[in-house]
């Protein structure tokens, strides 16, 4: 019925995770990661079929997250939008080219590419917030300088996404915040931008036969409660404490994914 042998129990835990997961996708970004570390962990599945269903989730997350954040506010301004739209049509064809490498890649490297990029995203935000956290770039995404930067970004986002079957956001926000994007913006854009990612992704997956829907669904629908619950919890939170909380969970993540 999902792709696998039923287990009463490993399905309630996989929505129990994926409830939390759905919050950490609109309170710190990163919360996404944690349907792929269930899937690729818990289940049989291969890593293209991880990778899939995974995406598959995210299309609808991000609908839901973009409406959100347009709703309250952070989405209604010139330079949201010029972000939103620079990084989201970037990504697309690097999403595309992710999940098309992801053929190639055996389940173990694939553990060890999303443990190590969890780890190194991390250990950056941690070390730059500690130093201060001074951005990387300037960036303006107004200036056609700053647009050609958020292209690159965006296509090199779009390829880890694609390849490791992560959100837009698990990325996303820790890149945004390094170039000086403030964290709640960072986590609305990139929001838009998971949907774009997500779909061309999904659908490169899906033509190899990759996509497990019955389990999309079921972690699915426990994923959509959490990100309106991590919505509101984003708003009550000290942004300064999130961009802290992002690095932690990235690194803590880490090691386990590698192993």
Do not use: C
Not at 46 to 62: C, D, L, N, R, Y
Not at 142 to 153: H, K, M, P
Request: no cysteine; proline share 5%; aromatic share 8%.
């Amino acid at each position: 019925m999902l792709g696998f042998p039923f287990d009463p129990a490993l399905v309630l835990l996989l929505v129990s995770l994926s409830f939390f997961a759905g919050i950490g996708i609109t309170t710190i970004g990163p919360g996404g990661i944690f349907v792929t570390i269930a899937l690729y962990s818990l289940t049989p599945l291969t890593a293209s079929e991880v990778a899939g269903t995974a995406h598959a989730t995210f299309i609808v997350t991000g609908l839901v997250g973009s409406a959100a954040y347009l709703h309250s506010g952070e989405m209604q301004t010139g330079e949201s939008r010029a972000i939103a739209l620079v990084l989201s049509v970037s990504s697309i064809l690097g999403a595309v080219a992710g999940a098309y490498v992801n053929a190639f890649v055996s389940q173990t490297l694939f553990g060890v590419l999303l443990g190590g990029v969890s780890m190194a995203v991390g250990a950056i935000i941690l070390y730059r917030e500690r130093r201060g956290f001074t951005p990387l770039y300037d960036l303006d995404p107004l200036e056609r300088e700053g647009q050609f930067a958020l292209g690159g970004l965006g296509f090199g986002l779009g390829v880890a996404s694609g390849l490791l079957g992560i959100g837009g956001p698990v990325l996303a926000v820790p890149a945004l915040v390094l170039v000086g994007v403030p964290m709640l913006l960072a986590v609305a854009v990139a929001q838009v931008q998971s949907i774009f990612i997500a779909a061309f992704a999904a659908g490169g997956y899906a033509l190899q036969g990759s996509v497990i829907l019955p389990l999309a669904v079921v972690i699915g629908l426990p994923l959509l409660l959490g990100v309106i619950m991590g919505w509101k919890v984003a708003h009550l939170i000290d942004p300064e404490r999130l961009k802290v909380a992002l690095g932690v969970v990235l690194i803590g993540v880490g090691p386990y994914l590698a192993l």
